[in-house]
């Protein structure tokens, strides 16, 4: 199965704490997405690549939060001097055309 | 602002009988609709989608229709089967490469 892949999948980690996500996106798909999802809500968009570029990012992140993709294949996602209100599920998704595809989610619990 | 309503937070059908689920938008430069489904501690899972230059698109037992005059959007599932018990959301954007805008789900419950 060649989905999109995100490690790890479940993070706890004490405020205060920096945490790094990894996307692995499908393998033909330039385009690259972060969301994150609280209870109750729909996923919320964080930030956009096209190939290595960074094109778009939503005022939900914040300068804690900084997110790369160095070679235009895989992503990371960092939060520094991580808060409680960090917790949530974030999740990637990839496309070539209109339809995104996501994968499983990284669940971040912070203590 | 919430661009997008999904005014029934859960919706209880029993198997085999048709569920219809809603989506309203307010911003008319949406031009690309899609539904997912979510299971607990999963992402969601792409279902089907619909561009603005139609009104109707079918994939097996799952019907999408769009009102774009009324910005209307809904889900038919037929028949529905236990399986298709989890959240669903619509999701929107306003052209390929745009971030997609959701709802806030619907959970459906299929019973026996």
């Known amino acids: 199965d060649t989905g999109v892949s995100q490690d790890p999948r479940h993070k706890i980690t004490k405020r205060g704490q920096n945490v790094t996500f990894r996307c692995d996106p499908i393998s033909e798909h330039n385009r690259l997405y972060w969301y994150r999802q609280t209870l109750g809500q729909g996923p919320e968009f964080l930030t956009y690549f096209q190939n290595e570029a960074q094109l778009e990012k939503s005022r939900l992140l914040s300068d804690r939060f900084s997110a790369e993709r160095p070679k235009g294949s895989f992503s990371t996602l960092e939060i520094q001097r991580t808060e409680q209100g960090d917790s949530a599920m974030y999740l990637c998704?990839?496309?070539?055309?209109?339809?995104?595809?996501f994968g499983p989610g990284t669940r971040l619990t912070v203590l | 602002d919430q661009q997008v309503k999904q005014n029934s937070p859960s919706l209880s059908v029993q198997e085999g009988r048709i569920s219809i689920l809603n989506c309203d938008y307010t911003?008319?430069?949406?031009?690309?609709f899609l539904w997912y489904k979510k299971y607990p501690a999963e992402g969601p899972t792409f279902l089907i989608s619909i561009s603005s230059i139609k009104d109707k698109n079918e994939d097996g037992r799952f019907t999408v229709f769009l009102n774009k005059s009324a910005k209307h959007l809904s889900l038919h599932i037929v028949p529905s089967q236990p399986g298709d018990s989890a959240v669903y959301f619509c999701a929107l954007n306003t052209g390929t490469a745009s971030k997609l805008t959701f709802g806030t789900g619907t959970r459906l419950q299929v019973t026996l």
């Open positions: 911003n008319s430069m949406f031009d690309y």
């Open positions: 998704a990839s496309s070539y055309s209109d339809t995104q595809y």
